[in-house]
């Protein structure tokens, strides 16, 4: 049964600083997604990583894929208060478009 | 990419009623998913509704409680049955279209039931 660890599941950090969330999961997948969510507010994608090393960028957010170790992360640089949100990452189960969710990172960036 | 809309955004039911909601994708899927979300906690898979078929149902979940539709390739509808306080959650429809691999998600429905 495929799971999936996020850590850490609370992340305080002071603007400017940088820090990275892991996920981490059990069985080969060929598929990870990170997603975001703000409070009362549905998922937004923020990447898709399909291969082994495969390293993806948007703004202050860099996604890597690590498919040997079953290991992502997601590094924020430089934190602004505008990334304030709960962070998740999903695998995908087997030969299939079924996601299962890490517990998510509850992320506050603080002045 | 595809648009997803939700019906209803939110309801508050008594226990032991029973709520539909539906899911409408602006373009023709194959696969669409049901997700729940509780109080505070990530997402768990409810089922996979597909076209012409009966949907799939995840360990814990079953058809009676949980029963789906999926008449056509835009559209689907999870019944949430006989509601107790332990099915206040919000539910999300995702899918995922063949030009890409993103998956997209629904606004939710946000269900309390009291």
């Known amino acids: ?111 | 990419s595809a648009v997803i809309s939700q019906k209803p955004s939110r309801d508050i039911c008594q226990r032991g009623t029973s709520l539909t909601i539906q899911c409408q994708v602006d373009s023709q899927v194959t696969m669409m998913f049901w997700y729940r979300q509780q109080p505070g906690q990530s997402l768990t898979l409810i089922a996979t509704a597909n076209q012409g078929s009966e949907a799939t149902y995840e360990s814990g979940f079953v058809i009676d409680k949980f029963p789906i539709s999926r008449p056509n390739l835009t559209f689907s509808t999870l019944t949430v049955s006989n509601m107790s306080p332990e099915d206040s959650s919000i539910y999300l429809c995702s899918t995922r279209t063949d030009l890409s691999y993103e998956q997209y998600f629904g606004p939710g429905t946000r269900l309390t039931v009291t």
């Not at chain 1, 990583?49 to 890597?64: I, P, W, Y």
């Open chain 1, 1 to 111: 049964e495929l799971k999936v660890e996020q850590n850490p599941l609370f992340l305080s950090m002071q603007e400017g600083k940088n820090y990275t969330i892991y996920c981490n999961y059990s069985t080969t997948s060929d598929r990870l997604y990170w997603y975001r969510q703000d409070p009362g507010k549905s998922l937004e994608s923020l990447f898709v990583l399909l291969s082994n090393g495969a390293v993806k960028q948007e703004g202050r957010l860099m996604a890597s894929l690590d498919t040997k170790a079953r290991l992502s992360t997601l590094h924020i640089t430089a934190a602004v208060h505008d990334l304030s949100a709960t962070y998740f990452c999903a695998v995908v189960s087997g030969n299939t478009d079924k996601l299962i969710f890490g517990t998510g990172t509850r992320l506050q960036v603080f002045p």
